[in-house]
């Protein structure tokens, strides 16, 4: 049996730069691994079944995206064994925190190695992509400048820094955020340099905001302490700290509803 640990991700901004032919958004964005992890547990059963061994709050076991990932794996290498995967939720779903594709990635690294594959970190990503935009970063273990889709992937510069991420509570839909987000004028494309700047925004955020009020209050609110910016396309919001006395004296004065969280951001 394997047990991973599968981290969340921060987009230190999001720019949205053009669109493709098949609908997609061509996007450009940081992004910042994060000690807020997921725990998934992997074991090999006898009778070659894909299953899940531990129930997820609304998600039917159709739709959990590792069984998803571990299907696609074994449809890539016929003959695999079977497993049974436990995976203890902690990320928020519908965050943009990227758990789920977090999930994804960790299960096929996890599967490569129970499974004895041997397949390369770049054939991994390519199955990952099938699954989300965000999984080929988790894929590779580490911060990213990312382009395209969110694949096209190029190492970046960060240091180790302590986050408050907050997460309001409830979950945003990224189809209905990207579909209202169409019309709006795309972000020119930038150089990799200093992004978590108050000119690298997150170009979803206003549109979000819109459509989930609620986003707005949250970002609203924590902006009295510092610069605050949403992750993906919502909805929880982080903002740099200098201690964890800070951000632990912060989450004591939010609401009941919100949920805070001290996190380090892994450096590059």
Not at 81 to 101: D, F, H, N, W, Y
Not at 174 to 182: G, K, L, P, Q, S
Request: hydrophobic share 45%; aromatic share 8%.
């Amino acid at each position: 049996m394997l047990t991973r640990l599968a981290p969340a991700k921060i987009n230190l901004f999001l720019h949205v730069t053009g669109q493709f032919d098949d609908g997609y958004h061509e996007l450009q964005t940081a992004y910042h691994l994060i000690d807020w992890c997921d725990e998934i547990e992997f074991e090999l059963t006898r009778d070659g079944s894909i299953a899940r061994g531990r129930t997820i709050e609304g998600v039917e076991e159709a739709n959990d995206i590792t069984i998803l990932a571990a299907r696609k794996l074994r449809s890539r290498f016929p003959g695999s064994e079977g497993v049974m995967i436990r995976c203890k939720k902690q990320i928020p779903i519908g965050a943009g925190l990227g758990g789920g594709s977090s999930d994804a990635a960790t299960t096929l690294l996890a599967l490569n190695e129970l499974w004895e594959l041997g397949a390369e970190l770049s054939q991994l990503a390519e199955i990952g992509l099938e699954i989300g935009a965000d999984v080929p970063v988790f894929i590779f273990g580490k911060n990213a400048w990312a382009e395209g889709r969110g694949e096209i992937l190029s190492g970046v510069s960060v240091n180790k820094q302590l986050y408050l991420v907050v997460y309001p509570g409830f979950s945003v839909s990224t189809a209905r955020v990207f579909e209202a987000f169409h019309g709006t004028p795309f972000t020119e494309q930038v150089a990799n340099e200093p992004f978590f700047t108050d000119d690298m925004v997150n170009d979803l955020e206003a549109i979000t905001c819109t459509l989930y009020p609620e986003v707005g209050a949250l970002i609203d609110f924590l902006k009295q302490w510092g610069l605050t910016r949403m992750t993906g396309s919502g909805s929880a919001a982080f903002m740099p700290i200098q201690s964890r006395e800070v951000g632990e004296s912060i989450i004591a004065e939010l609401p009941a509803a919100w949920i805070g969280r001290v996190c380090l951001g892994q450096s590059s």
